[in-house]
C-alpha cells in the first residue's frame, strides 16, 4: 500500500505570510496526487489536481508541484479564509486512494 | 450542481452494525461517469478512504476495512449506502459521501456531502 505522509501536521503563521506544506509518498506516484482544503465544519473542497493543477475558482494564491515522490502546496499571502486543514491525496495506486494525515493551518 | 446528503444515526452501539445512507441529487448515479464513495475522518486524525461502488454495483474497499464493509446501490432512488459491521470506537468519526470523477485518471472528489457524525458508544 502507499503511505502519504504530510509535514507539519499544524502550523500557525501571519496573514501575508508564505505558507508551504508538504506531501511524501512512500513510492513514486508520477503526478497522481491531489489536494483537498477543508475548512472548520464544512466538507472538504478539491483544490489542486494532478499536482499542479489549479481547480476552477481556486485563488491564485494556491500553487501546488512536484512529481514522484515529494509535493508541496504553498499558499503565497495566508488570507484569514485559509484557516483549514489542509490534505493530499494520491490516486496512483487506483481503484485504492489514500490520504495524508492533513496540516491544520491556523493565524 | 450536484449534492449529496447522508442519513443514518449517530449513534451504534460496539459490536452492532453502522449503516448510512446517501442520497444524490443534481445528477443520476446511473449515468455511469463516477464512482461514489465513502470516506471518514476520525477525531483528530486524518480522512480515510473507506470505498466506492459503481452504479453496476461493482465496489472497491479499503484493505484495512475490506471485511466489515459492505456498499450497496439503489438507482432506483438515487442513492447508495455504506454498511460496516463490528464497530468500535476506533470507528467513530465524521462520514463523507462524496463523489469521485475518474475521467481524468487523477480520481478526484469533486463533491462531498456536508458530512454526519457517528459515534461509537455504549
Known amino acids: 500500500d502507499i503511505q502519504m505522509t504530510q509535514s507539519p501536521s499544524s502550523l500557525s503563521a501571519s496573514v501575508g505570510d508564505r505558507v508551504t506544506i508538504t506531501c511524501r509518498a512512500s513510492?513514486?506516484?508520477?503526478?497522481?496526487l491531489n489536494w483537498y482544503q477543508q475548512k472548520p465544519g464544512k466538507a472538504p473542497k478539491l483544490l489542486v489536481y494532478?499536482?499542479?493543477s489549479l481547480q476552477s475558482g481556486v485563488p491564485s494564491r494556491f500553487r501546488g508541484s512536484g512529481s514522484g515522490t515529494d509535493f508541496t502546496l504553498s499558499i503565497s499571502s495566508l488570507q484569514p479564509e485559509d484557516v483549514a486543514t489542509y490534505s493530499c491525496?494520491?490516486?496512483?495506486?487506483?481503484?485504492?486512494?489514500?490520504f495524508g494525515g492533513g496540516t491544520k493551518v491556523e493565524i | 450542481q450536484v449534492q449529496l446528503q447522508e442519513s443514518g444515526p449517530g449513534l451504534v452501539k460496539p459490536s452492532q452494525t453502522l449503516s448510512l445512507t446517501c442520497t444524490v441529487s443534481?445528477?443520476?448515479?446511473?449515468?455511469?461517469?463516477?464512482?461514489w464513495s465513502w470516506i471518514r475522518r476520525p477525531p483528530e486524525k486524518g480522512l480515510e478512504w473507506i470505498g466506492y461502488?459503481?452504479?453496476?454495483?461493482?465496489?472497491h474497499y479499503s484493505p484495512s476495512l475490506e471485511s466489515r464493509v459492505t456498499m450497496s446501490v439503489d438507482t432506483s432512488k438515487n442513492q447508495f449506502s455504506l454498511s460496516l459491521s463490528s464497530v468500535t470506537a476506533a470507528d467513530t468519526a465524521v462520514y463523507y459521501c462524496?463523489?469521485?470523477?475518474?475521467?481524468?485518471?487523477?480520481?478526484?472528489?469533486?463533491?462531498w456531502g456536508q458530512g454526519t457524525l457517528v459515534t461509537v458508544s455504549s
Open positions: 494532478a499536482a499542479s
Open positions: 491525496q494520491q490516486s496512483f495506486s487506483t481503484p485504492q486512494l489514500t
Open positions: 462524496a463523489r469521485v470523477d475518474p475521467s481524468s485518471g487523477w480520481y478526484v472528489v469533486d463533491f
Open positions: 443534481g445528477g443520476s448515479i446511473s449515468s455511469g461517469d463516477f464512482y
Open positions: 461502488i459503481y452504479y453496476t454495483g461493482t465496489t
Open positions: 513510492q513514486n506516484i508520477d503526478t497522481y
